[in-house]
Protein backbone atom coordinates (compact mmCIF):
# COMPACT_ATOMS: atom_id res chain seq x y z
CA UNK A 1 0.00 0.00 0.00
CA UNK A 2 1.32 3.56 -1.01
CA UNK A 3 1.85 6.00 1.71
CA UNK A 4 -0.02 8.98 0.85
CA UNK A 5 1.97 12.61 2.44
CA UNK A 6 -0.12 15.01 5.03
CA UNK A 7 -2.69 17.53 2.51
CA UNK A 8 -3.58 20.33 4.02
CA UNK A 9 -6.93 21.80 3.64
CA UNK A 10 -8.03 25.19 4.19
CA UNK A 11 -11.51 25.69 4.15
CA UNK A 12 -13.07 29.02 3.80
CA UNK A 13 -16.48 30.18 5.43
CA UNK A 14 -19.04 29.01 3.77
CA UNK A 15 -22.12 30.64 5.75
CA UNK A 16 -25.41 29.08 6.37
CA UNK A 17 -26.08 25.71 4.51
CA UNK A 18 -28.90 24.72 2.53
CA UNK A 19 -30.19 21.68 0.09
CA UNK A 20 -30.92 18.31 0.01
CA UNK A 21 -28.17 15.39 -0.27
CA UNK A 22 -27.61 11.79 0.17
CA UNK A 23 -24.64 10.57 1.67
CA UNK A 24 -22.35 6.99 1.22
CA UNK A 25 -23.40 4.32 2.04
CA UNK A 26 -22.93 3.40 5.94
CA UNK A 27 -19.39 2.05 7.15
CA UNK A 28 -21.04 -0.21 9.66
CA UNK A 29 -23.28 -2.32 7.46
CA UNK A 30 -21.10 -2.43 4.56
CA UNK A 31 -18.30 -4.39 6.33
CA UNK A 32 -21.08 -6.43 7.33
CA UNK A 33 -22.62 -6.88 4.23
CA UNK A 34 -19.14 -7.98 2.87
CA UNK A 35 -18.46 -10.36 5.85
CA UNK A 36 -21.69 -11.88 5.51
CA UNK A 37 -22.12 -12.36 1.41
CA UNK A 38 -18.62 -13.62 2.34
CA UNK A 39 -19.99 -16.07 4.47
CA UNK A 40 -22.96 -16.92 2.34
CA UNK A 41 -22.15 -20.10 0.19
CA UNK A 42 -23.46 -18.48 -3.31
CA UNK A 43 -23.95 -15.24 -4.94
CA UNK A 44 -25.31 -12.20 -3.18
CA UNK A 45 -25.43 -8.55 -4.54
CA UNK A 46 -25.03 -5.62 -2.44
CA UNK A 47 -25.74 -2.29 -3.47
CA UNK A 48 -24.71 1.07 -1.89
CA UNK A 49 -21.24 0.29 -0.32
CA UNK A 50 -19.31 2.45 1.04
CA UNK A 51 -16.68 3.72 -1.30
CA UNK A 52 -14.36 4.21 1.52
CA UNK A 53 -10.97 2.94 2.75
CA UNK A 54 -12.07 1.78 5.56
CA UNK A 55 -14.53 -0.75 3.41
CA UNK A 56 -11.98 -1.15 0.30
CA UNK A 57 -9.75 -2.94 3.39
CA UNK A 58 -12.60 -5.69 4.35
CA UNK A 59 -13.20 -5.84 0.80
CA UNK A 60 -9.27 -6.58 0.15
CA UNK A 61 -9.44 -9.16 3.14
CA UNK A 62 -12.25 -10.72 2.27
CA UNK A 63 -11.10 -11.29 -1.65
CA UNK A 64 -7.39 -12.76 0.41
CA UNK A 65 -10.24 -15.16 2.46
CA UNK A 66 -10.77 -16.35 -1.28
CA UNK A 67 -14.41 -14.80 -1.72
CA UNK A 68 -14.70 -13.46 -5.00
CA UNK A 69 -16.08 -9.59 -5.62
CA UNK A 70 -17.57 -8.01 -8.75
CA UNK A 71 -17.94 -4.69 -9.86
CA UNK A 72 -19.95 -2.00 -11.73
CA UNK A 73 -17.58 1.03 -11.79
CA UNK A 74 -18.54 3.70 -9.71
CA UNK A 75 -19.24 6.60 -11.02
CA UNK A 76 -16.30 9.12 -9.38
CA UNK A 77 -13.86 7.59 -7.18
CA UNK A 78 -15.14 7.36 -3.11
CA UNK A 79 -19.11 7.29 -4.91
CA UNK A 80 -20.62 4.93 -3.07
CA UNK A 81 -20.33 1.54 -5.07
CA UNK A 82 -23.22 0.39 -7.74
CA UNK A 83 -24.07 -3.41 -7.81
CA UNK A 84 -21.42 -5.95 -6.33
CA UNK A 85 -21.68 -9.18 -7.06
CA UNK A 86 -20.07 -11.39 -4.28
CA UNK A 87 -19.49 -15.68 -4.59
CA UNK A 88 -18.63 -16.64 -1.24
CA UNK A 89 -18.98 -19.62 1.23
CA UNK A 90 -15.59 -21.34 1.14
CA UNK A 91 -12.68 -19.14 3.01
CA UNK A 92 -9.22 -20.63 2.79
CA UNK A 93 -6.59 -19.61 4.54
CA UNK A 94 -4.89 -16.36 3.02
CA UNK A 95 -1.39 -15.86 1.78
CA UNK A 96 -0.94 -12.64 2.94
CA UNK A 97 -1.20 -10.56 6.14
CA UNK A 98 -4.75 -9.13 5.98
CA UNK A 99 -4.44 -5.35 6.36
CA UNK A 100 -7.10 -4.00 7.82
CA UNK A 101 -6.08 -0.03 7.50
CA UNK A 102 -7.43 2.44 10.15
CA UNK A 103 -10.53 0.46 10.86
CA UNK A 104 -11.20 -1.05 14.37
CA UNK A 105 -14.18 -2.42 12.95
CA UNK A 106 -12.92 -4.34 10.29
CA UNK A 107 -10.26 -5.69 12.83
CA UNK A 108 -12.31 -6.58 15.74
CA UNK A 109 -15.20 -8.69 13.22
CA UNK A 110 -12.80 -10.23 10.91
CA UNK A 111 -10.55 -11.56 14.12
CA UNK A 112 -14.02 -12.73 15.20
CA UNK A 113 -14.77 -14.24 11.30
CA UNK A 114 -11.24 -15.82 11.25
CA UNK A 115 -11.69 -17.66 15.09
CA UNK A 116 -14.03 -19.83 13.20
CA UNK A 117 -11.50 -20.68 10.81
CA UNK A 118 -9.68 -23.77 10.83
CA UNK A 119 -6.72 -22.42 9.59
CA UNK A 120 -4.07 -19.54 10.46
CA UNK A 121 -4.57 -15.86 9.59
CA UNK A 122 -2.30 -12.55 10.66
CA UNK A 123 -4.44 -9.68 11.15
CA UNK A 124 -3.05 -5.76 11.40
CA UNK A 125 -3.67 -2.30 10.82
CA UNK A 126 -2.47 1.33 10.53
CA UNK A 127 -0.47 3.24 13.25
CA UNK A 128 -3.61 3.64 15.10
CA UNK A 129 -4.84 0.37 15.18
CA UNK A 130 -1.81 -0.83 16.79
CA UNK A 131 -2.82 1.15 19.40
CA UNK A 132 -6.72 0.29 20.14
CA UNK A 133 -6.92 -2.09 22.46
CA UNK A 134 -7.97 -5.74 20.92
CA UNK A 135 -7.84 -7.77 24.09
CA UNK A 136 -11.45 -6.86 24.59
CA UNK A 137 -12.39 -9.48 21.67
CA UNK A 138 -9.06 -11.46 21.90
CA UNK A 139 -10.42 -12.65 25.37
CA UNK A 140 -13.99 -13.91 25.23
CA UNK A 141 -12.85 -15.68 21.60
CA UNK A 142 -10.10 -17.39 23.52
CA UNK A 143 -12.47 -18.66 25.74
CA UNK A 144 -14.39 -19.76 22.52
CA UNK A 145 -11.59 -21.82 22.02
CA UNK A 146 -9.75 -19.85 19.26
CA UNK A 147 -5.49 -19.78 19.44
CA UNK A 148 -4.52 -16.27 19.32
CA UNK A 149 -1.33 -14.52 20.16
CA UNK A 150 -0.50 -10.81 19.09
CA UNK A 151 1.55 -8.19 20.56
CA UNK A 152 1.54 -7.40 24.56
CA UNK A 153 0.23 -11.20 24.98
CA UNK A 154 -2.61 -10.40 22.47
CA UNK A 155 -3.54 -6.76 23.80
CA UNK A 156 -2.81 -5.09 20.50
CA UNK A 157 -2.33 -5.79 16.38
CA UNK A 158 -0.92 -7.88 15.10
CA UNK A 159 -2.34 -10.82 15.82
CA UNK A 160 -2.20 -14.17 14.66
CA UNK A 161 -5.06 -16.06 14.81
CA UNK A 162 -5.55 -20.32 14.64
CA UNK A 163 -9.14 -20.79 14.60
CA UNK A 164 -11.63 -23.65 14.27
CA UNK A 165 -13.25 -25.86 17.26
CA UNK A 166 -14.83 -23.53 18.51
CA UNK A 167 -17.54 -23.73 21.49
CA UNK A 168 -20.25 -21.26 22.17
CA UNK A 169 -20.09 -18.68 25.13
CA UNK A 170 -22.64 -17.01 27.64
CA UNK A 171 -20.79 -13.63 27.50
CA UNK A 172 -21.28 -10.43 29.14
CA UNK A 173 -18.62 -7.15 28.00
CA UNK A 174 -17.27 -5.47 30.36
CA UNK A 175 -17.78 -2.20 27.66
CA UNK A 176 -20.83 -1.27 25.31
CA UNK A 177 -18.99 -2.53 22.59
CA UNK A 178 -20.93 -3.19 18.87
CA UNK A 179 -17.76 -4.47 17.38
CA UNK A 180 -17.19 -6.72 20.68
CA UNK A 181 -20.93 -8.42 20.46
CA UNK A 182 -20.27 -8.56 16.50
CA UNK A 183 -17.07 -10.38 16.89
CA UNK A 184 -18.50 -13.31 19.33
CA UNK A 185 -21.38 -13.84 17.39
CA UNK A 186 -19.71 -14.37 14.19
CA UNK A 187 -17.06 -17.04 15.72
CA UNK A 188 -20.37 -18.17 17.33
CA UNK A 189 -21.79 -18.92 13.80
CA UNK A 190 -19.00 -21.92 13.54
CA UNK A 191 -18.84 -22.68 17.20
CA UNK A 192 -20.81 -25.60 18.72
CA UNK A 193 -23.62 -24.80 20.84
CA UNK A 194 -25.11 -21.40 21.14
CA UNK A 195 -23.51 -18.70 22.03
CA UNK A 196 -24.92 -15.69 24.43
CA UNK A 197 -23.86 -12.25 24.47
CA UNK A 198 -25.55 -10.48 27.33
CA UNK A 199 -25.52 -6.38 27.00
CA UNK A 200 -25.98 -4.06 30.01
CA UNK A 201 -26.11 -1.03 27.49
CA UNK A 202 -27.62 -2.22 24.13
CA UNK A 203 -25.31 -0.72 21.12
CA UNK A 204 -26.30 -0.96 17.10
CA UNK A 205 -27.99 -4.53 15.80
CA UNK A 206 -26.76 -4.39 12.71
CA UNK A 207 -24.98 -8.09 13.22
CA UNK A 208 -27.74 -9.75 14.62
CA UNK A 209 -30.78 -7.98 12.14
CA UNK A 210 -28.34 -8.94 9.27
CA UNK A 211 -27.68 -12.16 10.26
CA UNK A 212 -31.69 -12.99 10.96
CA UNK A 213 -32.43 -11.78 7.63
CA UNK A 214 -29.83 -13.86 6.05
CA UNK A 215 -30.82 -17.62 7.22
CA UNK A 216 -29.48 -17.82 11.44
CA UNK A 217 -31.71 -18.30 14.30
CA UNK A 218 -30.32 -15.97 16.21
CA UNK A 219 -33.07 -13.83 18.85
CA UNK A 220 -32.68 -10.24 20.90
CA UNK A 221 -34.08 -10.47 24.39
CA UNK A 222 -34.54 -7.30 26.44
CA UNK A 223 -33.81 -7.32 29.83
CA UNK A 224 -34.12 -4.28 31.97
CA UNK A 225 -32.28 -1.82 30.02
CA UNK A 226 -30.28 -4.07 28.45
CA UNK A 227 -30.49 -6.80 25.99
CA UNK A 228 -29.11 -10.83 25.26
CA UNK A 229 -28.75 -11.99 21.91
CA UNK A 230 -28.69 -15.96 21.36
CA UNK A 231 -27.19 -17.20 18.41
CA UNK A 232 -27.59 -20.56 16.62
CA UNK A 233 -24.42 -21.49 14.98
CA UNK A 234 -25.47 -22.36 11.14
CA UNK A 235 -24.43 -21.25 7.77
CA UNK A 236 -25.43 -17.43 6.69
CA UNK A 237 -28.11 -17.50 3.08
CA UNK A 238 -27.42 -15.60 0.21
CA UNK A 239 -28.95 -12.76 -1.05
CA UNK A 240 -29.44 -9.03 -1.52
CA UNK A 241 -27.64 -6.66 0.80
CA UNK A 242 -28.78 -2.56 0.42
CA UNK A 243 -27.09 -0.49 2.25
CA UNK A 244 -28.83 2.73 3.45
CA UNK A 245 -26.83 5.98 3.69
CA UNK A 246 -24.32 6.56 7.03
CA UNK A 247 -26.26 8.70 9.55
CA UNK A 248 -22.25 9.56 11.53
CA UNK A 249 -21.65 10.88 7.89
CA UNK A 250 -25.13 12.55 7.75
CA UNK A 251 -24.45 13.80 11.41
CA UNK A 252 -21.81 16.37 9.91
CA UNK A 253 -24.41 18.32 7.94
CA UNK A 254 -27.03 17.79 10.24
CA UNK A 255 -25.68 19.09 13.39
CA UNK A 256 -23.74 22.29 11.97
CA UNK A 257 -27.28 23.12 9.69
CA UNK A 258 -29.17 22.75 13.15
CA UNK A 259 -26.67 25.50 15.15
CA UNK A 260 -26.10 27.75 12.29
CA UNK A 261 -29.29 30.07 11.92
CA UNK A 262 -30.38 30.47 8.12
CA UNK A 263 -29.34 26.81 7.29
CA UNK A 264 -32.04 24.81 5.60
CA UNK A 265 -30.91 21.24 4.81
CA UNK A 266 -32.48 17.13 4.68
CA UNK A 267 -30.82 13.85 4.32
CA UNK A 268 -32.31 11.36 2.83
CA UNK A 269 -31.70 7.33 2.81
CA UNK A 270 -30.77 7.24 6.13
CA UNK A 271 -31.68 3.81 8.70
CA UNK A 272 -32.32 5.64 11.88
CA UNK A 273 -32.57 3.21 14.42
CA UNK A 274 -32.55 4.16 17.84
CA UNK A 275 -28.48 2.63 18.45
CA UNK A 276 -27.54 5.05 15.65
CA UNK A 277 -29.71 8.25 15.85
CA UNK A 278 -28.54 9.29 19.68
CA UNK A 279 -27.75 12.42 18.36
CA UNK A 280 -30.62 13.75 17.19
CA UNK A 281 -32.20 13.20 20.47
CA UNK A 282 -29.25 15.43 22.04
CA UNK A 283 -29.96 18.01 19.34
CA UNK A 284 -33.19 18.47 19.84
CA UNK A 285 -32.86 18.33 23.57
CA UNK A 286 -30.43 21.33 22.65
CA UNK A 287 -33.91 23.12 21.40
CA UNK A 288 -33.07 22.38 17.29
CA UNK A 289 -35.24 22.63 15.02
CA UNK A 290 -35.34 19.27 13.24
CA UNK A 291 -38.26 17.22 11.11
CA UNK A 292 -37.41 13.35 11.44
CA UNK A 293 -39.06 10.85 9.35
CA UNK A 294 -37.80 7.13 10.86
CA UNK A 295 -40.12 4.99 8.50
CA UNK A 296 -38.63 6.99 4.90
CA UNK A 297 -35.04 7.59 6.58
CA UNK A 298 -35.02 11.70 5.97
CA UNK A 299 -34.17 14.30 8.62
CA UNK A 300 -34.66 17.94 7.49
CA UNK A 301 -32.29 20.26 9.79
CA UNK A 302 -33.07 23.98 10.09
CA UNK A 303 -30.69 26.66 11.86
CA UNK A 304 -31.44 27.96 14.95
CA UNK A 305 -29.92 28.75 18.59
CA UNK A 306 -29.24 26.31 20.31
CA UNK A 307 -28.48 25.67 24.29
CA UNK A 308 -26.53 23.32 26.17
CA UNK A 309 -28.08 19.68 27.76
CA UNK A 310 -25.90 17.05 29.35
CA UNK A 311 -25.25 13.35 27.60
CA UNK A 312 -24.99 10.67 30.16
CA UNK A 313 -23.69 7.81 30.16
CA UNK A 314 -26.25 5.64 29.20
CA UNK A 315 -26.96 7.42 26.07
CA UNK A 316 -23.21 7.18 24.90
CA UNK A 317 -23.16 3.82 22.23
CA UNK A 318 -26.28 5.43 20.51
CA UNK A 319 -24.10 8.23 19.41
CA UNK A 320 -21.03 7.49 20.07
CA UNK A 321 -19.64 8.27 16.57
CA UNK A 322 -21.53 11.64 16.30
CA UNK A 323 -19.61 13.22 19.60
CA UNK A 324 -17.00 15.61 17.43
CA UNK A 325 -19.88 17.02 15.15
CA UNK A 326 -21.85 17.25 18.39
CA UNK A 327 -19.30 19.11 20.10
CA UNK A 328 -18.91 21.49 17.44
CA UNK A 329 -22.65 22.05 17.44
CA UNK A 330 -22.29 22.68 21.26
CA UNK A 331 -19.68 25.35 21.12
CA UNK A 332 -21.82 27.36 18.96
CA UNK A 333 -24.63 27.34 21.59
CA UNK A 334 -25.95 30.27 22.78
CA UNK A 335 -26.01 29.06 26.51
CA UNK A 336 -25.40 26.53 28.61
CA UNK A 337 -22.88 23.31 28.34
CA UNK A 338 -22.97 20.18 26.28
CA UNK A 339 -21.72 17.82 28.97
CA UNK A 340 -20.31 14.16 27.90
CA UNK A 341 -20.69 12.22 30.88
CA UNK A 342 -19.06 8.99 31.45
CA UNK A 343 -17.70 8.70 28.32
CA UNK A 344 -14.23 6.95 28.47
CA UNK A 345 -15.32 4.78 25.76
CA UNK A 346 -14.21 7.85 23.20
CA UNK A 347 -10.47 7.18 24.56
CA UNK A 348 -10.35 4.14 22.32
CA UNK A 349 -11.58 5.40 18.94
CA UNK A 350 -9.42 6.25 16.03
CA UNK A 351 -8.03 9.03 18.40
CA UNK A 352 -8.81 9.59 21.60
CA UNK A 353 -11.74 11.57 21.32
CA UNK A 354 -11.79 12.96 24.97
CA UNK A 355 -8.56 14.88 24.20
CA UNK A 356 -9.01 15.48 20.60
CA UNK A 357 -12.28 17.11 20.34
CA UNK A 358 -11.07 18.96 23.18
CA UNK A 359 -7.94 20.34 21.06
CA UNK A 360 -10.48 20.41 18.01
CA UNK A 361 -12.77 22.89 19.78
CA UNK A 362 -10.19 24.60 21.45
CA UNK A 363 -8.13 25.24 18.39
CA UNK A 364 -10.97 27.37 16.87
CA UNK A 365 -11.15 29.38 20.10
CA UNK A 366 -13.64 27.68 22.14
CA UNK A 367 -13.74 26.98 25.76
CA UNK A 368 -13.52 23.13 26.70
CA UNK A 369 -12.81 20.72 29.56
CA UNK A 370 -11.51 17.58 28.93
CA UNK A 371 -11.54 15.24 32.16
CA UNK A 372 -10.71 11.60 32.82
CA UNK A 373 -13.87 10.54 31.62
CA UNK A 374 -16.14 13.38 30.74
CA UNK A 375 -16.16 16.42 27.82
CA UNK A 376 -17.89 19.48 28.42
CA UNK A 377 -18.01 22.08 25.76
CA UNK A 378 -19.36 25.64 27.12
CA UNK A 379 -21.41 27.56 24.36
CA UNK A 380 -19.67 30.47 22.60
CA UNK A 381 -22.98 31.52 20.24
CA UNK A 382 -23.86 30.58 17.17
CA UNK A 383 -20.90 33.10 16.21
CA UNK A 384 -18.50 32.56 18.93
CA UNK A 385 -15.79 30.04 16.82
CA UNK A 386 -12.90 31.72 15.40
CA UNK A 387 -10.12 30.60 12.79
CA UNK A 388 -7.81 28.33 13.22
CA UNK A 389 -5.75 25.55 12.50
CA UNK A 390 -7.42 21.92 13.31
CA UNK A 391 -5.22 18.93 13.96
CA UNK A 392 -6.56 15.54 12.82
CA UNK A 393 -4.27 13.16 14.81
CA UNK A 394 -5.54 11.13 11.49
CA UNK A 395 -9.05 10.81 12.91
CA UNK A 396 -11.12 11.30 10.19
CA UNK A 397 -14.50 12.56 12.01
CA UNK A 398 -11.98 15.14 13.96
CA UNK A 399 -10.70 16.32 10.23
CA UNK A 400 -14.36 16.15 9.33
CA UNK A 401 -15.42 18.17 12.54
CA UNK A 402 -13.42 20.91 11.91
CA UNK A 403 -14.36 21.58 8.44
CA UNK A 404 -17.46 22.07 9.38
CA UNK A 405 -17.25 25.04 11.96
CA UNK A 406 -16.03 27.26 8.91
CA UNK A 407 -19.88 26.99 7.98
CA UNK A 408 -20.13 29.07 10.75
CA UNK A 409 -17.39 31.72 10.95
CA UNK A 410 -17.43 35.30 9.21
CA UNK A 411 -16.61 36.17 6.03
CA UNK A 412 -12.93 35.93 5.06
CA UNK A 413 -12.09 33.54 8.02
CA UNK A 414 -10.39 29.85 7.35
CA UNK A 415 -10.18 26.82 8.95
CA UNK A 416 -7.31 24.74 8.27
CA UNK A 417 -7.35 21.11 8.98
CA UNK A 418 -3.45 19.86 8.99
CA UNK A 419 -4.06 16.37 7.51
CA UNK A 420 -6.99 15.74 5.84
CA UNK A 421 -5.68 12.27 3.51
CA UNK A 422 -7.81 10.63 6.98
CA UNK A 423 -11.07 11.70 5.76
CA UNK A 424 -10.69 8.89 2.61
CA UNK A 425 -11.03 6.15 5.09
CA UNK A 426 -14.84 6.85 5.33
CA UNK A 427 -15.95 10.20 3.48
CA UNK A 428 -13.83 10.70 -0.24
CA UNK A 429 -16.35 13.21 -1.27
CA UNK A 430 -16.33 15.16 2.17
CA UNK A 431 -15.48 18.52 0.55
CA UNK A 432 -17.56 18.03 -2.57
CA UNK A 433 -20.89 17.55 -0.34
CA UNK A 434 -19.89 20.61 1.45
CA UNK A 435 -19.58 22.54 -2.07
CA UNK A 436 -22.95 21.28 -2.91
CA UNK A 437 -24.91 22.66 0.17
CA UNK A 438 -23.26 25.78 0.09
CA UNK A 439 -23.86 26.78 -3.66
CA UNK A 440 -27.68 25.71 -3.35
C1 LIG B 1 -19.03 0.21 15.12
C2 LIG B 1 -19.20 0.28 16.47
C3 LIG B 1 -18.69 1.38 17.29
C4 LIG B 1 -18.32 2.59 16.47
C5 LIG B 1 -17.56 2.22 15.23
C6 LIG B 1 -18.39 1.29 14.36
C7 LIG B 1 -19.53 -0.98 14.40
O1 LIG B 1 -17.55 0.92 18.00
O2 LIG B 1 -17.57 3.51 17.24
O3 LIG B 1 -17.23 3.37 14.48
O4 LIG B 1 -19.67 -0.93 13.16
O5 LIG B 1 -19.80 -1.99 15.06
P1 LIG B 1 -17.76 0.19 19.43
O6 LIG B 1 -18.84 -0.78 19.21
O7 LIG B 1 -16.49 -0.50 19.77
O8 LIG B 1 -18.11 1.29 20.37
Known sequence: MTIQPPTTVRVARRGPLRGRLQVPGDKSVSHRALILAGLADGTSTITG????????????????????????EAARPGDPVGLLTVTGGHLHEPRHTLDVGNSGTGARLLTGVCAGQPFRSVITGDRSIATRPMDR???????????????EAGRFTPLTISGGNLRGIDYAPPMASAQVKSAILLAGLFAEGATVVREAMPTRRHTEEMLAAHGVDVVTDQVGNGTVITLQPGPVTPGPFVVPGDPSQAAFWICIAAAVPG???????????????????????????????????????????????????ARLPDLIDEVPALAVAGALARTGSLDFQDAGELRTKESDRIETVA?????????????????????MGPDGLQPGTVVSHHDHRIAMAGAIASVAMRQGDVVEVDDWTCVET???????????????
Do not use: K, W
Open 49 to 72: LSGGLDVRHTRQIMTDLGVQIDEG
Open 137 to 151: VVQPLRAMGAQIDGR
Open 263 to 313: SDVTIDNLYLSRERSGFLDVLLAMGADLDIDRAAGTVRARGRELHGTVVTG
Open 359 to 379: ALIGALGGDVRAENSRLVVHG
Open 426 to 440: SYPGFLDDLERLTSA
